[in-house]
T-cell receptor, first 114, second 115 residues
Framework: KNQVEQSPQSLIILEGKNCTLQCNYTVSPFSNLRWYKQDTGRGPVSLTIMTFSENTKSNGRYTATLDADTKQSSLHITASQLSDSASYIC?????????????FGRGTSLIVHP | DTEVTQTPKHLVMGMTNKKSLKCEQH?????MYWYKQKAKKPPELMFVYSYEKLSINESVPSRFSPECPNSSLLNLHLHALQPEDSALYLC??????????????FGPGTRLTVL
């Protein structure tokens, strides 16, 4: 069964600090992995998308890495800001038999304190 | 235009009401999705449309009825809902279904409350 596990479940950091969120998946064959930011009560917003051949992708203060061999990804946030407080969701597409339905992780809830 | 829009933003309805949620995109995407999201949970897939045809129905109760009138519009018709159907309903679209083309763009959601 395709699964996406994220850790930690929640994280509290001080403004200006860096943090790293983790995503492990069992989706196979692998197509792509995406990180989304979701503010409470709003739709998810895409941060990065990576395919098999890409092992790092940056979007401003967000840097995602992918190790397709170990089926792990991380999202690093640099110099955090109060507006980074949100849920960060890892989504993996792929699967057997040509399945393309993305599998969602449960998300990491990040709180940035002043 | 690079966004997915959803109306209404908020909806309160009784269990005997009939209402509809609307979703629109003008990015030329040919796949559109409905998701249901409860608080502190990831979105759960409900329906997938590809080229205006229903491609996937994730065993959703018949009180939810999707409709795709054209490639830019997606509706979700609601009838005889239950209080447990209260949730954030998200619409998403993507260029296609396979590979990199299934990068999904989400709308802001409709917050539905069933009394």
């Amino acid at each position: 069964k395709n699964q996406v596990e994220q850790s930690p479940q929640s994280l509290i950091i001080l403004e200006g600090k860096n943090c790293t969120l983790q995503c492990n998946y069992t989706v196979s064959p692998f197509s792509n992995l995406r990180w989304y930011k979701q503010d409470t009560g709003r739709g998810p917003v895409s941060l990065t998308i990576m395919t098999f051949s890409e092992n790092t992708k940056s979007n401003g203060r967000y840097t995602a890495t992918l190790d397709a061999d170990t089926k792990q990804s991380s999202l690093h946030i640099t110099a955090s800001q109060l507006s980074d407080s949100a849920s960060y969701i890892c989504v993996v597409s792929g699967g057997s038999g040509g399945s393309y339905i993305p599998t969602f992780g449960r998300g990491t809830s990040l709180i940035v304190h002043p | 235009d690079t966004e997915v829009t959803q109306t209404p933003k908020h909806l309160v309805m009784g269990m005997t009401n009939k209402k509809s949620l609307k979703c629109e995109q003008h990015m030329g995407h040919r796949a559109m999705y409905w998701y249901k999201q409860k608080a502190k949970k990831p979105p759960e897939l409900m329906f997938v449309y590809s080229y205006e045809k229903l491609s996937i129905n994730e065993s959703v109760p018949s009180r939810f009825s999707p409709e795709c009138p054209n490639s830019s519009l997606l509706n979700l018709h609601l009838h005889a809902l239950q209080p447990e159907d209260s949730a954030l309903y998200l619409c998403a679209s993507s260029l296609g279904l396979a590979g990199r083309y299934n990068e999904q763009f989400f709308g802001p959601g409709t917050r539905l409350t069933v009394l």
